[in-house]
């Protein structure tokens, strides 16, 4: 009975790029014939237009969000030994890239209902070694400017922004990227604006970060063949440069239509409260831009989220969990010493969270599909 419903995909990039395919097209072309495939034209006019989307002076292309954030770190001045406050459950790559910058990351537990970074835990945890503050903007949401403003101020810290899941995001008048030293995102396909393939960069109001970036991203080399220091090779690549530069005027479009997408399952899925099934709370009205639509199954529940995820994949659903390990838990960073019930918060969300289907053009029939699903397995169980 089941097999008559087509599936609902967790993400359908094709859907956005098939309207603006001959627009790519044409970009991609224009980059062969100038062939300036290195730090083109490409690059440099994405890094205008994207600061200024985020309402911050420069940009600067790297290859990855990871890179942005350990070279975004290092430019901002952190260095070996400098501890870095960062929430536990993020993506990898977050703690990654501050252990690439030669940092040392302290993680710190979030809040049950927005699953943003704790201040107030955060607070605890600051030393005399304790130099910025790494928020996330998780699954779309900015962590408040206000409180992060006070926080930062109170304890003489840097904000640097991860907004790898928050490209254009605004709350309490700020937008992703404005509110601190630096800010650093991904252009990794499936995020908000998506490349085709890998891409990154950092935003910065401060001329010198931006001057540093330039150097570190390319063999730390201010002007050709002259080396002031030990850089890397991390650029923007042209090619994607010049597809992000296409899809940049869409994107206030598609985080619109994503979060009608959101409204949608919260007024479908309100009276699946009291049966355990609660949604991220949302904090920030239309400034959300919903990278991810994420419900916990909690204790309440009658269910496990495992149980739900499985089921609904009979019912042609698909769905993801962003994270099931949360960070101090993985084995790649023991050396930090943390162990189990160090973040209940964190460790409680990555058992009971579970991504729904969310992209720009998911109908409201499959939305329906998707939440009707949701009521008949919990009936069933
Ligand atoms: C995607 C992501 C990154 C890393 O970006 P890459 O481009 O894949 O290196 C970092 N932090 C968060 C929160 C992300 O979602």
């Known amino acids: ?16 790029h098939q309207p603006i ?19 083109g034209k490409a690059v440099a006019e994405l890094e205008t237009n994207f600061a200024q989307a985020c309402g911050v002076s420069y940009g600067v292309g790297v290859a990855t969000g990871t890179d942005a954030i350990a070279l975004g770190l290092v430019a901002c001045g952190i260095q070996p030994g400098d501890e870095v406050l960062v929430p536990a459950n993020t993506f990898i790559a977050t703690i990654l890239g501050i252990v690439d910058a030669g940092a040392k990351p302290v993680l710190v537990d979030c809040d049950p209902e927005a699953a943003l970074i704790d201040l107030q835990a955060a607070t605890r945890l600051v030393t005399a070694k304790t130099k910025a503050i790494l928020p996330v903007h998780l699954y779309g949401q900015l962590v408040s400017p206000r409180q992060l403003l006070d926080f930062a101020q109170a304890h003489n810290l840097i904000i640097f922004e991860d907004a790898a899941q928050a490209h254009l995001a605004d709350r309490e008048g700020y937008r992703a990227g404005s509110m601190g030293l630096a800010a ?19 935003v910065t109001n401060n001329e010198a970060i ?37 899809k940049l005027p869409y994107l206030e479009g598609w985080n619109r239509a994503r979060n009608v997408v959101a409204e949608e399952y919260d007024t479908l899925l309100l009276p699946l409260k009291n049966q355990g099934i609660i949604p991220i709370k949302n904090q920030s009205d239309q400034g959300h831009i919903y990278h991810l639509y994420v419900i916990r199954v909690t204790d309440e529940c009658n269910l496990d989220r495992d149980t739900l995820k499985q089921r609904l994949e009979s019912f042609n659903i698909q769905t993801g969990i962003h994270y099931p390990i949360p960070c101090h838990l993985q084995p790649a960073y023991k050396s930090l010493g943390y162990r189990v019930g160090d973040f209940p918060v964190s460790e409680a969300l990555s058992r009971q969270i579970l991504s729904l289907p969310m992209y720009p053009g998911l109908t409201t029939t499959q939305i329906q599909q998707v939440v009707t699903a949701i009521h008949t397995v919990l009936k069933r169980f």
Not at 1 to 16: A, E, G, K, Y
Not at 211 to 227: A, E
């Open 21 to 39: 395919q001959a627009e790519i097209n044409q970009a991609i072309q224009s980059v062969i014939q100038r062939g300036d495939f290195v730090l």
């Open 1 to 16: 009975m089941t097999s008559i419903l087509t599936t609902v995909p967790f993400v359908d990039l094709q859907l956005q």
């Open 210 to 246: 931006a001057q540093k970036l330039r150097s570190l991203r390319n063999y730390g080399s201010p002007t050709k063949y002259v080396h002031t220091e030990p850089g890397t090779n991390s650029r923007l690549d042209t090619l994607q440069a010049a597809i992000l530069n296409v």
């Open 184 to 202: 650093a995102f991904s252009f990794y396909p499936s995020k908000n604006l998506g490349a085709f393939g890998d891409g990154g960069m950092v």
